[in-house]
C-alpha cells in the first residue's frame, strides 16, 4: 500500500511531522541521505521571548503548549531523557536596554534577577524568563529514526504518494522545486565548553548563549554568517564566541569541541509549509530556522488538520502565497535592473 505522505529530510522538521503524521494514523514513509543537517549540532533550545527587546515569539501562545505536550510524551513512549525545562537568564546587554525593558509591563514568565551571587558579568542586571528549556535531538532523532524503522516506515522514495514533503533544511535553497520560496540561510559556529563552578539549573543568555549539557559541560552559541554555503567550523567563529565567553564569564573555560551548521532561513523569517503553487502533490515543510524545537510539533499538527479536515494552515507559513510574492519581488527588482542598464 502507496503511503499517504513521503517525507524527504529527517532532521528535526522531517523527524517531527513523519512522527505527527504516524500518530494520526496516516501511513508515512521517511528517508534521508545522511547529508549535512544543522539538525546534528543544534542546541534544541525553545523560549517564549526573543531578540533584542525580548519581544514574544511568533504566534507562542499556539505553539508553547504543543512542545510540553508532543516532547514529553514522546521521552515517555521512547524511554530517553530528552525533554529539558530550564528557565532562561537573560542578560541586560546595554543600560538602554534594561531602561526600555523597565518601562514594560513583564509577561507572568518572566522574574526579576539577582545574579549578584554568580559568576557573570551582568553590570546593567537581568531577568530570569521561565516556560523555555531545551532539546535534546541528538537522542530524539536516533529514538524516531529507530521507531519509523521498526514501523517499517523508512527507505527510499516511492511513487505514488498523495503528498511528497521536502524537509531537506538549507538544501531547499539550491532546490530548483522550492529556491523561488525566498531564503536566506545561515552558518553558525557552536562550541563546547567545560565551566567548573558555573550552575547548571538554567540557560544563559547574554548575545550568545551558554546551554548546560551535563558534567560541567555547556554548549555555547552561536554565530550568524549570512548567505555562507560551508557547513565546516570557521576559525573566525570560534574566535568571536571565545571573545564573547571572556567577557561574560570570571571563570576559567576550556573548549572541548567547535561545530558548526547551515540554518535553514527563511527570507520572510517564519517557516514555509503548504504545496508547491504549481504542483500540489509537492509540499514544503521547511524554514525553521533557530526555532524548529518551538514551532515543528505546533505546525505539524497544523499540518495534518488542514490534510484530514481542510482546516487552514497560518496564512503567514502557506508556501503558495510565499512563493507568489517572493516571485513578484524577484520581478520587480529585475524590471528596475533593466530600467537602470537600458
Partial sequence: MEPEFQILGHGLAGAILAETVSRAGLRVRVWDDGGPASSGVAAGLFTPLTGMRLAPSWRID????????????LEQELGKLLFHPLPTCRIFRSEEQAQEWSTRTAPAFVRTADVSDLPINAPWGAVYIDGGGWV????????????RQERNEWGPPLGGA???VWAEGARA????????????NAHGDVLIVRVPGLATHQVYSFGKFLQPIGD?????????TW????????????????????GFLKLPFEVIDHQAGIRPVAVARV???????????????????SKGVLYAPWLAARLVDYVRDG????????????????????????????????
Fill in 62 to 73: 499556539d505553539a508553547l503548549p504543543a512542545v510540553s505536550d508532543f516532547y514529553a510524551s
Fill in 136 to 147: 535534546d535531538l541528538a537522542t530524539m532523532l536516533d529514538g524516531l529514526r529507530q521507531r
Fill in 162 to 164: 498523495a503528498f511528497t
Fill in 173 to 184: 535553497a539550491e532546490n530548483p522545486l522550492w529556491q523561488d520560496a525566498g531564503w536566506r
Fill in 216 to 224: 560541567d559541560l555547556f554548549r555555547c552559541g552561536a554565530t550568524y
Fill in 227 to 246: 548567505d555562507h554555503t560551508c557547513s565546516e567550523p570557521r576559525e573566525e567563529g570560534r574566535i568571536e564566541l571565545e571573545r564573547e565567553l571572556r
Fill in 271 to 289: 517557516p514555509i509549509v503548504g504545496p508547491h503553487p504549481d504542483d500540489e502533490q509537492q509540499w514544503i515543510f521547511n524554514g525553521f530556522a
Fill in 311 to 342: 482546516r487552514a494552515l497560518p496564512t503567514e507559513t502557506w508556501a503558495p502565497r510565499r512563493i507568489e510574492r517572493n516571485r513578484a519581488r524577484l520581478a520587480t527588482a529585475q524590471n528596475k535592473a533593466s530600467y537602470r542598464s537600458d
